[in-house]
C-alpha cells in the first residue's frame, strides 16, 4: 500500500560516498571508469523505492563544498575535507541524473546543503499536514524530526521518532542545534567552546533550553547542581558570540524557493527511459 500522508526525505550524498568507499572501483563502464559509487547508490535506490512505495519522496544533493553561505559565514567550516575527485564528481552528477530519470525529484545547489534542501522538503510536509521520514545517517537531519515524524538509518536499519531521539541525545531534536553549538562538530570542523564537554553541554542544555536563555543568565551556572559549575561558569564567559556563530552553521536553513507539495510526487520512470539513457 502506497502511503499518501508520508513524504520521504532521502539524503542521497550520504549514500553515494557510503558506496564510493564501500564497494570496489572494479565496477566500470563501457569507457572503463569507475561507476561503484553508482552502482551502490542506485542498488539502495531502488530497494528503499521498492520497500517504500513512495507518493512524496524529495532526493537532495550536496552541491556546496567551500560555495556554501556557511563559509561567508565561517571560514575553516569543513575545511578538514577535501573536494570529491574527478571520478567521484562525475559519479555524483551521474547519481542526481539517475535518480531524476528514475522519478524522485531532486535539488541541491552551490548555496545550501542537502540539510537544508530536506529542510525544505520537510517544511513543505507540515504545511500540507504530512508526517517526514528522514533516510540518512547523519546526525544532524534529527533536527527535522518532529512528533510523528521519523530520523531512518536505512543501512543500519535504525528507526528513531521523536521521543527516541530525545532518548539518544538526552535533549529534544530541536535543541541539538545548542547542544552542538557548545560541544562542537569535529565532522564539520566546528570547536565549540572550550572546555565545555558533552555532560556538561547536556546539562546546560537541559537546564536553560537554548542558548539566549543560558547566555542570559550565566551567573545561574554557578548554582547549577553539577561538578566542576564554577569552572564551567568561567568556561562560558565571553563565549556568547561564538556559541551563537556555531549553532547558526550547525542549524538548517530552508532554501528561500518555492517547493510545492506535487512537486514531490514520484513518477516511476518506464524500464525503455532508463535504458534509453
Request: proline share 5%; glycine share 6%; net charge negative.
Amino acid at each position: 500500500m502506497r502511503q499518501s500522508d508520508t513524504v520521504y526525505l532521502l539524503d542521497s550524498s550520504i549514500y553515494i560516498f557510503q558506496a564510493w568507499f564501500g564497494i570496489p572501483d572494479r565496477f566500470q563502464d563501457a569507457h572503463g571508469r569507475p561507476v561503484n559509487a553508482v552502482y551502490g547508490y542506485l542498488k539502495t535506490l531502488l530497494a528503499q523505492l521498492r520497500a517504500l512505495n513512495p507518493v512524496y519522496m524529495l532526493a537532495a544533493f550536496d552541491e556546496s563544498l567551500f560555495s556554501g553561505f556557511r563559509h561567508t559565514l565561517y571560514q575553516p567550516y569543513k575545511a578538514n575535507r577535501a573536494l570529491p575527485d574527478d571520478d567521484l564528481a562525475r559519479q555524483l552528477h551521474l547519481c542526481r541524473a539517475l535518480t531524476q530519470l528514475i522519478g524522485v525529484h531532486c535539488v541541491g545547489d552551490e548555496v545550501y546543503e542537502a540539510d537544508d534542501w530536506l529542510a525544505l522538503g520537510a517544511q513543505t510536509a507540515r504545511l500540507s499536514g504530512l508526517r517526514s521520514i528522514v533516510l540518512t545517517r547523519d546526525k544532524d537531519l534529527a533536527q527535522l524530526i518532529t512528533p510523528g515524524d521519523l530520523w531512518w538509518d536505512w543501512s543500519a536499519d535504525i528507526q528513531r521518532d521523536h521521543p527516541a531521539l530525545q532518548a539518544h541525545w538526552q535533549v529534544r531534536p530541536e535543541q541539538i542545534a545548542d547542544l552542538l553549538a557548545l560541544t562542537g562538530d569535529s565532522a564539520d570542523n566546528i570547536p565549540g567552546v572550550p572546555g565545555v564537554g558533552d555532560k556538561s553541554a547536556r546539562a546546560l542544555v537541559q537546564h536553560f533550553h537554548d542558548l539566549e536563555n543560558l547566555y542570559a543568565n550565566l551567573e545561574a551556572v554557578r548554582e547549577m547542581n553539577v561538578r566542576g559549575a564554577n569552572r564551567l561558569y568561567t568556561a562560558l564567559l565571553d563565549t556568547e558570540e561564538d556559541a551563537f556563530l556555531f549553532r547558526e552553521l550547525i542549524r538548517l536553513h530552508p532554501p528561500p524557493h518555492a517547493l510545492p507539495l506535487n512537486n514531490l510526487r514520484f513518477n516511476a520512470a518506464s524500464p525503455d527511459t532508463l535504458l534509453a539513457y
